[in-house]
């Protein structure tokens, strides 16, 4: 396992088109987690999941974002009707849950997106 | 609510130099404290945590309680140290990391 993978690494869109980022984890890891990270500013938290279900959701995942995990393993984060705005890097983590709290997340590279 | 602070966005010394990258938080409850690093086209990667009480690469950052503050901090920096270094906080019994701007540490030869 060579850690969390993230396809595509880059993605340019433009503005009304929808885009969709997988997630691969570490096959062992139960919660996968969303961030989102613009220029000059710390990773956001958008939603995470514990296996297939999806247990928080910041206010920042307006309607136009849903993520889903369907099978507990990879997981999908779209964007429909982008905007410029939505124009970041979206990182995907993955931790294993032991003993009920959360151990270290693991990062993947991020998808960049870029809406023209 | 959570925060972190992290009031330096730049920080330059020469190697050999002590460094501490400061880190501030706010959470009414009893937090887990990480700092993360991401050297030059790599990936964001744990560097510690508070309840590992370790210290890695010659890092080590205590928590104050009373100072809600989660210092990072180096006796005699290294060239190599040169990274966008992030606090971040995890709420008790919850999933989400709350991180702060970054700190970019630039060590000088």
């Known amino acids: 396992d060579t850690g969390v993978s993230q396809n595509p690494r880059h993605k340019i869109t433009k503005r009304g088109q929808n885009v969709t980022f997988r997630c691969d984890p570490i096959s062992e890891h139960n919660r996968l987690y969303w961030y989102r990270q613009t220029l000059g500013q710390g990773p956001e938290f958008l939603t995470y999941f514990q296996n297939e279900a999806q247990l928080e959701k910041s206010r920042l995942l307006s309607d136009r974002f849903s993520a889903e995990r369907p099978k507990g393993s990879f997981s999908t984060l779209e964007i429909q009707r982008t905007e410029q705005g939505d124009s970041a890097m979206y990182l995907c983590a993955s931790s294993p849950w032991v003993g009920g709290r959360t151990d270290t997340q693991y990062f993947g590279p991020g998808t960049r997106l870029t809406v023209l | 609510a959570q925060r972190v602070t992290q009031p330096e966005k730049l920080l330059s010394v020469f190697k050999g130099a002590p460094v501490e990258l400061k880190c501030n938080y706010s959470y009414s409850g009893s937090p887990e404290l990480f700092w993360y690093v991401q050297y030059s086209r790599q990936r964001l990667q744990l560097l510690l945590r508070h309840i590992s009480r370790e210290s890695i690469k010659g890092f080590t950052a205590d928590l104050n309680k009373g100072e809600t503050s989660f210092h990072l901090k180096k006796p005699f920096a290294q060239e190599e140290d040169s990274a966008m270094y992030y606090c971040?906080?995890?709420?008790?019994?919850?999933?989400?990391?709350?991180f702060g701007d970054g700190t970019t540490l630039t060590v000088k030869p």
């Open positions: 971040a906080l995890l709420a008790t019994n919850a999933g989400k990391s709350t």
